[in-house]
C-alpha cells in the first residue's frame, strides 16, 4: 500500500481529538447507567472505524489494532473491577494497572500473530498513524463495553 496523506499524523491527530471529545461527552452523560453504557461504548467502538474507511484503508488492515484493544482494555475492565470489589478506587487503580500489564502483552502476542496472518494472506496492514490510532481506539471501546455489558447485564455484578 502506497503511503497516503490522508493516514498522516495530523487527520490521525484530528480524529483522535474529535472522537475523544465525543467519548467523554457521550461517557459523562451515561456513566452512571450501568445497564446501557457497555452497549454505548462498543457503539462508540464503531466510531473510529470511520476515518479508517475515509482514508481509503480496510478494516480488515486493521484488524491487529483492533483485536489488540479488545483484548487489551476488555481484559484491564475485569481486572478493574475485581480490584475495586475489593478495595475501591485503589483497588481499580492497581488491578487495573497489573490488569494493563499483563493484558498488553497478551495482547501484543496475538496482535502479531493476526499481523502475520494478514500479511501471509495477502492483506497490507501497514500500520500509519492513523490505523494505529483508530483501530487500538476502536478495539478499546468496544472491549471495555463488552466487559461492562457482560458484568452489569449478565452476571448482574454491582461495585
Known amino acids: 500500500m502506497e503511503y497516503?496523506?490522508?493516514?498522516?499524523?495530523?487527520?490521525?491527530?484530528?480524529?483522535?481529538?474529535?472522537?475523544?471529545?465525543?467519548?467523554?461527552?457521550?461517557?459523562?452523560f451515561l456513566?452512571?447507567?450501568?445497564r446501557i453504557i457497555g452497549p454505548i461504548l462498543i457503539l462508540l467502538?464503531?466510531?473510529p472505524l470511520l476515518p479508517i474507511k475515509i482514508s481509503g484503508r480496510t478494516i480488515k488492515s486493521t484488524g491487529?489494532?483492533?483485536?489488540?484493544g479488545v483484548l487489551?482494555?476488555?481484559?484491564?475492565?475485569?481486572?478493574?473491577?475485581?480490584g475495586a470489589s475489593f478495595a475501591g478506587i485503589l483497588g481499580a487503580i492497581v488491578g487495573g494497572a497489573?490488569?494493563?500489564?499483563i493484558t498488553d502483552g497478551f495482547a501484543g502476542l496475538?496482535?502479531?500473530n493476526i499481523a502475520d496472518y494478514l500479511r501471509k494472506h495477502g492483506i497490507e496492514e501497514a500500520r500509519t498513524p492513523?490505523?494505529?490510532?483508530?483501530?487500538?481506539?476502536?478495539?478499546?471501546?468496544?472491549?471495555?463495553?463488552?466487559?461492562?455489558?457482560?458484568?452489569?447485564?449478565?452476571?448482574?455484578?454491582?461495585?
Not at 491487529?64 to 489488540?68: R, T
Not at 482494555?73 to 475485581?82: D, E, F, Q, R, S
Open 72 to 82: 487489551d482494555t476488555g481484559i484491564l475492565a475485569v481486572a478493574a473491577l475485581i
Open 64 to 68: 491487529a489494532d483492533i483485536i489488540f
Open 130 to 159: 492513523l490505523s494505529a490510532s483508530m483501530g487500538k481506539m476502536s478495539g478499546c471501546l468496544m472491549g471495555v463495553g463488552f466487559t461492562l455489558t457482560v458484568a452489569w447485564t449478565l452476571l448482574n455484578y454491582t461495585i
Open 31 to 34: 456513566i452512571y447507567n450501568q
Open 110 to 112: 496475538i496482535e502479531g
Open 4 to 28: 497516503n496523506k490522508k493516514q498522516g499524523m495530523i487527520p490521525a491527530l484530528t480524529s483522535l481529538i474529535l472522537i475523544s471529545i465525543l467519548v467523554i461527552t457521550v461517557g459523562s
Open 45 to 47: 467502538g464503531l466510531v
Open 98 to 101: 497489573i490488569g494493563d500489564s
